[in-house]
């Protein structure tokens, strides 16, 4: 029994295929682009996350010699809080606005006014914050009122992808929980919530728990596919909590770290679990349980913006390996990573990305050595956050793009003060939502059986005592950096 997983990044999607004995049996993906038609948005077009997906799987089945009557399960990871709203006829309506678009500050000002942040919580657990889709559906219906009365369908993206493949309109807990929608602790939408906004009921996606099957995939796309026999489709995930099943983080204790495009410390809970002062996100968890996290909005993309935009012609390797021949500290050169703004700690649309601390001595690798530190130093500030709220924190294991990065993780190490774990796979949210499909096809008993299966701890990055101390000190001048320039960032916003 062959198993896919498909994880709808931002970048990329890819496609993985696993069998029930945890092998890896390949994988593809396509990259696609992100549109950012003024400064603060982010789109997408899910057509093209259609295509990338198909064109994925079709290659990871033939590239790899995949048996099709044994492909017996897919599950999700998908970015999460993006804005699909199809028409009755399930046309996309307008290009998809992402997590990172933070163009509804007015919204999330409306809904917090409208409710207060003690009864916003009590319905759905959380603040309202610029990625979330219902300021996203606020914004249509105050700037597009044609396109709002269109609205028929509301679907997030992993869910537009589902939709294609089964004809379903379903989601599962844990991305639901993004939307603003949700009552996070009851697992089920907030009707008083659903009423403020102004949609029905229907027009959102039935709930699922993610590893519960959601339907089959349809006769006309296993045709298309190539695929024979029946295919369950189950809840999957949103991309942090599929990636937490991925790296086995189901367990009070462990604490996972993404550098994807986003930047995100999640720490699973058996219990629902709300910091007082909502500084970290309260979720529903792929388990069936929750888990907490803090989010930044551009983690390796910042990374990939000094690579590909700053210093086009180079590679990552080759400045990694520059910024690796630098002294921990960037030479007193601190970058702050608010590219897109920043959600957590700050939640402030108008933060920028910032070098500071240049002169005429500063080299490109201590820069690129600074983009890796602005950036752990902005995670560190979630991890605090969980240290502060009493979270016990066992073990920390580090997924995304970035850690790729042997230097990134040191780095990481060091200005976190814990090894950082290395697992057998960096498939993440892939893997998770691969598990996910496993658990909902019967074939584990549960998904810790199948986390204890596919994930094996190999490693550990160990913290270098000299530079903690080290970092400790540059953390203090890191989050003193912001302070002194928020005003700045506000008034150069206007
Ligand atoms: N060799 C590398 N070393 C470190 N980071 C890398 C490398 N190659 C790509 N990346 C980073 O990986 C990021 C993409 O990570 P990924 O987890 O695939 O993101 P997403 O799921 O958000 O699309 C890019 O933003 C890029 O900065
Ligand atoms: O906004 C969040 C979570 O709240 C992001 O994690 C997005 O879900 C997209 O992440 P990437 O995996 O594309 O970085």
């Known amino acids: 029994m062959i198993f896919l997983g498909i994880d709808l990044g931002t970048s990329s999607v890819k496609v993985l295929a696993v069998d029930k004995d945890g092998t890896i049996l390949g994988e593809s993906s396509r990259e696609y682009p992100v549109y950012y038609p003024k400064s603060n948005w982010a789109e997408q077009n899910p057509e093209d996350w259609w295509m990338g997906t198909k064109e994925a799987i079709k290659e990871v089945i033939q590239k790899n010699n995949l048996p099709e009557g044994e492909i017996r399960g897919i599950g999700f990871s998908g970015q999460m809080h993006g804005l699909v709203a199809l028409d009755e006829e399930n046309k996309v309506l307008l290009p998809a606005i992402l997590w990172c678009d933070q163009r509804t500050a007015e919204e999330c000002e409306d809904i917090t006014n409208h409710f207060g942040q003690e009864k916003l919580t009590e319905l759905v657990g959380n603040k309202a914050l610029t990625g979330f889709t219902a300021p996203k559906i606020l914004w249509v219906k105050k700037n597009h009122p044609e396109l709002f009365e269109k609205i028929r369908h509301i679907l997030l993206p992993k869910d537009y992808i589902r939709f294609k493949l089964t004809g379903d309109y379903a989601t599962d807990v844990s991305d639901a929980s993004g939307m603003l929608l949700l009552d996070v602790k009851n697992r089920c939408w907030s009707k008083e919530m659903i009423e403020y906004i102004g949609i029905k009921e229907e027009y959102l996606p ?4 993610s590893y519960e099957v959601t339907g089959k995939l349809s006769e006309e796309v296993k045709g298309e596919l190539g ?6 489709v189950v809840g999957g995930g949103g991309d942090n909590a599929a990636g937490a099943i991925g790296t086995g983080t189901v367990k009070e204790g462990t604490v996972m770290v993404t550098l994807g495009t986003s930047g995100v410390v999640f720490a699973a809970h058996d219990d629902y679990a709300v910091d007082s002062q909502n500084r970290l996100h309260a979720f529903c968890h792929a388990n069936g349980k929750y888990h907490s996290m803090g989010v930044m909005l551009s983690a ?8 590909e935009e700053a210093n086009k012609g180079m590679d990552f390797d080759e400045l990694l390996k520059e910024a690796s021949e630098t002294e921990p500290g960037a030479k007193g050169v601190i970058f702050l990573p608010y590219l897109m703004g920043e959600r957590t700690p700050y939640a402030d649309p108008d933060a920028r990305g910032t070098f500071l601390g240049l002169s005429m001595s500063t080299t490109r690798g ?9 950036v752990s130093f902005g ?14 924190i066992s073990q920390i294991i580090a997924i995304g793009g970035g850690s790729k990065s042997p230097l990134w993780k040191q780095i990481l190490a060091d200005i976190f003060g814990y090894p950082i774990n290395e697992i057998n796979t960096n498939q993440g949210g892939a893997l998770g939502a691969a598990i996910l499909a496993g658990v909902g096809a019967g074939e584990f008993s549960s998904i810790e059986e199948a986390c204890n299966i596919f994930i094996k701890i190999v490693g ?35």
């Open 300 to 307: 390796a993309s910042c990374l990939k913006w000094w690579v």
């Open 460 to 494: 550990s990055v160990t913290p270098i005592e000299k530079n903690v101390e080290k970092y400790n000190k540059i953390y203090t001048r890191y989050k003193e950096a912001y302070q002194s320039l928020k005003d700045w960032f506000k008034l150069s916003a206007e």
């Open 379 to 392: 995670l560190r500030d979630s991890l605090e956050i969980l240290k502060d709220i009493g979270v016990p």
């Open 366 to 374: 201590e820069m690129t050595r600074a983009v890796l530190e602005g």
């Open 206 to 209: 039935k709930l699922y728990e």
């Open 227 to 232: 695929l024979t026999g029946e295919v369950l």
